[in-house]
């Protein structure tokens, strides 16, 4: 017997699965995200982005194109490309496999695509001397326990457009991000605050002419702790949800 359904809808059980497949390696690994976005050349259309974060010293049998300030260590984000053949005739390829990182832990928890360059977020424990920092990083320095990261990996998956931190002296996770109208950098942050001096924490990042620069909608937060989930753009609208602990909590108008 079936439970309640919108009837207004089509009824599909059991839908066929084109494709399924286990991406990894010797060690452990995990995708956090995934996107989608077309390819501008003929006859491969669909491209297919993965982030997440490794330990392993190769994906798929494949071993990645490194971008790091120093050695790899712990584990590292990893961003893949793959593309899908036309009409689904066979598994997708694997067009480019990247790991990002330092000597310290490195996931990416979120990716959006814009004309072919991988914009991630997640968090990281390794400072600016082993992280690869662009030298227009809006907040260059590591600032302790975990930083938030923003970073744009190139079409060909092989350097960093931009990369900067975004966090504060305790636990700071990015956990999802979205792209504005002009390809803004929208982002979630998770953040501590254990002091009782107001914090301006910025929520919306532009990008110009490859630098990254803060935008005017902060939350001011006293102290607890601050937790947001997913990001959201609707029209000129942007939609943050998630959770506040023990805070004062307010946010811009902007």
């Known amino acids: 017997k079936l439970a309640a359904y919108n009837k207004s809808k089509t009824l599909i059980i059991d839908p066929v699965i084109d494709y399924s497949s286990y991406f990894g390696?010797?060690?452990?690994?995990?995708?956090?995200?995934?996107?989608?976005?077309?390819?501008?050349?003929?006859p491969f259309p669909d491209r297919l982005y993965l982030t997440g974060r490794t330990d392993s010293p190769t994906l798929a049998g494949l071993a990645p194109t490194i971008i790091t300030g120093a050695t790899l260590g712990g584990t590292d984000i990893f961003v893949a490309?793959?593309?899908?053949?036309?009409?689904?005739?066979?598994?997708p390829l694997i067009n480019?496999?990247?790991?990002?990182?330092?000597?310290?832990?490195?996931?990416?928890?979120?990716?959006?695509?814009?004309?072919?360059?991988?914009?991630?977020?997640?968090?990281?424990?390794?400072?600016?001397?082993?992280?690869?920092?662009?030298?227009?990083?809006?907040?260059?320095?590591?600032?302790?326990?975990?930083?938030?990261?923003?970073?744009?990996?190139?079409?060909?998956?092989?350097?960093?457009?931009?990369?900067?931190?975004?966090?504060?002296?305790?636990?700071d996770t990015i956990q999802d991000l979205t792209l504005g109208q002009n390809n803004d950098i929208q982002f979630a942050l998770n953040f501590n605050v254990n002091t009782k001096d107001q914090l301006s924490i910025p929520a919306v990042t532009d990008i110009n002419n490859g630098t990254l620069l803060f935008g005017s909608c902060p939350f001011s937060v006293s102290s607890g702790k601050v937790s947001t989930r997913a990001i959201y753009n609707v029209g000129n609208a942007t939609y943050l949800t998630g959770t506040a602990f023990n805070t004062g909590l307010t946010c811009g108008t902007s």
Request: proline share 6%.
């Open 81 to 91: 490309r793959l593309i899908a053949p036309v009409n689904n005739s066979s598994p």
């Open 25 to 42: 390696g010797t060690g452990s690994d995990r995708i956090q995200d995934i996107a989608t976005d077309i390819d501008p050349v003929a």
């Open 96 to 171: 480019y496999i990247t790991y990002i990182g330092g000597t310290g832990n490195e996931t990416g928890y979120g990716i959006k695509v814009a004309s072919g360059i991988a914009y991630v977020v997640g968090s990281t424990s390794s400072d600016q001397t082993t992280f690869p920092v662009s030298p227009s990083a809006t907040q260059p320095n590591y600032s302790g326990a975990t930083d938030g990261f923003v970073l744009g990996l190139n079409t060909n998956g092989t350097s960093l457009s931009i990369s900067t931190y975004v966090g504060f002296a305790f636990f």
